[in-house]
């Protein structure tokens, strides 16, 4: 019988998790009955989200259970099937647990062409991390060519798509990352136009008013806390903000407090919503090939953060928290068969 590890939630973390949360276990593959099919992890995606899915708090999505397997996208190859509509070598991706080995029903996975893209790609700049970008940016924050818009954590797999589509719109784009490498990646690699390291700079709120000389009319937020205190004091009449992430607080014990930030919507007549990517999953498909036609063209480029050998899993995910990837943070798990 092949070797089939997989990673349970241990513990709840208290604060930021670690490596002592997780736990790796054996598990027997059950013999395929009809219409199932066994996977093969190839790639596996670690995200900021999953940290609120490893408390018990109440939240838009059900919590892991502690004990069970942790689930999240994976890109994986069908390698045995009973299913008529999923052939072996076909590969999907899906919302699967962190395992080596699955055997799975077969609904709720999409085909994927793997000559088209690499196959990571369907975990970020084509999946959820793109999909986020699109519409947070584009339905809420709806840039006009000439305005400026201001993305945190923009060295992320969602900022980095952000950041590049706001520019195909014609618009002055300021990124807020913690580190030179990171800024000048942006600037350089990303065509960001101005960049701010919030990790040495004494003075957010100056540093982007210096960024921002008209203003900020659109904001994407994927941090919160003092950074987007210190964005909001640049904002611009009619300003919208989308509230992708808040990752600055995931992992506090208490209530945090800040900016009262009312008074400053209601002078500026600005406009600030919290949205999830599957608010928009009517119109996925659309989203999904304009981005897809955005990276043939070479109008989006795309960075990966890959760990390679499943037991990196968490090492991955627990990166996230002190920025060690810039793009999307993967795993890659094993090489296609056929």
């Given at each position: ?62 919590p892991y259970e502690v004990g ?57 700049i084509l999946g959820m991390p ?173 960075q990966e953060t890959v760990k ?31």
């Amino acid at each position: 019988m092949m070797e089939n590890k997989t990673i349970l939630l241990g513990s709840r973390p208290h604060g930021t998790p670690t490596i002592e949360n997780f736990e790796f276990t054996q598990t027997d593959l059950s013999p395929l009955q009809e219409e199932e099919v066994l996977l093969k992890a190839l790639y596996v995606s670690v995200d900021p989200y999953m940290r609120g899915r490893m408390s018990d708090a109440k939240s838009y999505v059900a919590p892991y259970e502690v004990g069970k397997p942790i689930m999240g996208g994976v890109v994986a190859e069908v390698i045995d099937s009973k299913n008529e509509k999923l052939q072996k070598g076909t590969v999907v991706v899906g919302n699967l647990p962190w395992q080596q080995y699955i055997v799975h029903h077969g609904k709720g996975l999409n085909s994927i062409d793997p000559n088209m893209s690499p196959l990571s790609y369907h975990l970020g700049i084509l999946g959820m991390p793109g999909l986020t970008a699109y519409f947070g940016l584009l339905h809420i924050g709806q840039p006009k060519e000439g305005e400026t818009v201001v993305v945190s954590g923009a060295a992320g797999a969602v900022g980095t798509v952000v950041g590049q589509i706001a520019k195909l719109k014609g618009c002055r784009v300021v990124g807020i990352a913690g580190s030179d490498d990171k800024i000048n990646f942006l600037k350089n690699d990303l065509g960001f136009d101005e960049g701010i390291n919030y990790k040495t700079t004494s003075n957010i709120k100056e540093a982007v008013a210096a960024a921002c000389p008209d203003g900020v009319d659109v904001y994407f937020d994927n941090v919160g806390g003092e950074i987007s205190d210190a964005v909001i004091f640049s904002l611009n009449k009619f300003a919208r903000i989308a509230i992708c992430g808040q990752i600055s607080f995931y992992n506090n014990t208490s209530p945090a407090t800040g900016l009262r930030v009312e008074p400053i919507l209601l002078k500026k007549s600005a406009m600030m919503k919290g949205f999830i990517v599957s608010d928009y999953a009517e119109e996925f498909g659309k989203a999904a090939r304009e981005l897809a036609s955005w990276v043939k063209e070479g109008k989006l480029q795309y960075q990966e953060t890959v760990k390679e050998g499943f037991d990196q899993i968490p090492e991955a995910f627990l990166g996230l928290f002190s920025g060690e990837n810039t793009g999307k943070q993967l795993v890659k798990v094993a090489e296609r068969e056929y």
